[in-house]
């Protein structure tokens, strides 16, 4: 046996290469982080309320908001919402702060202007003084006042999109002694005169989808047909759009 080495033993180390595996796994994993987080958003919309779900639909329909532009739309987003039943105590306190800082002598006129939460939606009603407070005695012509309060109404109800039914209404004195225009014909024709200005400052013609006159069958004092109450213009913010087609600009005898 030949002796030992003086030298020390060498130790090779070899590296081994593996193959590259890339980066398909992030892509993988990116794809179920997004599948995880619409799941967690579907889960949250079906428990939001009706506001929250049409706000996130209405993006998606009109992401870029054009339907506060065009008014009319009823997509749009923002201020272009449609007014829920929740938010119509919201929009009282909105008009009737409007009022009193920017209708001229609006502290005169304030008790005639009553604003009241309905079935049917936001009722706006104009109610006329011994003095004929807002449209001209036996005419359908708004007074100055009339025309005042309902120019500041429309600009606070512009940049809304539900739809808007107008109604006039009268005491039970016989109007004139011509059978060709009575009470019929003096609501029907106040709440277009109510229409038409509206329009003329911001409403949405198409929002407009019922012209309805009462005459005096329905009296706000029934146990005085006669007193001044009794005529009024009413406007109502409907809560949605529950009109039938054909409906709408139609004088509806009640």
Do not use: C
């Amino acid at each position: 046996m030949p002796p030992p080495s003086s030298q020390p033993p060498i130790i090779v180390k070899k590296i081994i290469h593996h193959g590259h595996h890339g980066g398909a796994w992030k892509v993988a994993y990116a794809d179920f982080v997004t599948a995880m987080m619409a799941l967690f958003i579907v889960l949250w919309l079906l428990s939001s309320s009706q506001k929250v779900q049409k706000a996130v639909g209405g993006y998606f329909r009109d992401p870029k908001g054009a339907g506060k532009m065009v008014g009319n739309t009823r997509s749009a987003t923002g201020e272009g919402l449609l007014v829920q039943p929740d938010d119509m105590n919201q929009l009282k306190k909105k008009i009737e702060a409007a009022m009193k800082k920017e209708v001229k002598d609006f502290d005169k006129l304030q008790e005639f202007v009553e604003i009241t939460v309905t079935e049917e939606g936001l009722r706006i009603e104009l109610i006329e003084s011994g003095n004929s407070t807002f449209f001209e005695s036996g005419n359908s012509a708004p007074t100055p006042d009339g025309s005042s309060v309902l120019t500041k109404l429309s600009e606070q109800l512009a940049s809304l999109q539900n739809n808007i039914v107008i109604e006039g209404h009268t005491d039970s004195k016989p109007f004139g002694t011509s059978d060709s225009y009575t009470n019929w014909e003096l609501s029907v024709d106040r709440a277009n005169a109510a229409r038409r200005l509206m329009i003329k400052n911001g409403i949405a013609a198409g929002r407009v989808v019922q012209i309805r006159g009462f005459a005096d069958h329905r009296l706000r004092r029934s146990d005085d047909p006669l007193a001044a109450s009794n005529r009024r213009v009413s406007v109502i913010v409907k809560f949605e759009d529950d009109v039938e087609p054909g409906k709408a600009n139609e004088g509806v005898a009640g």
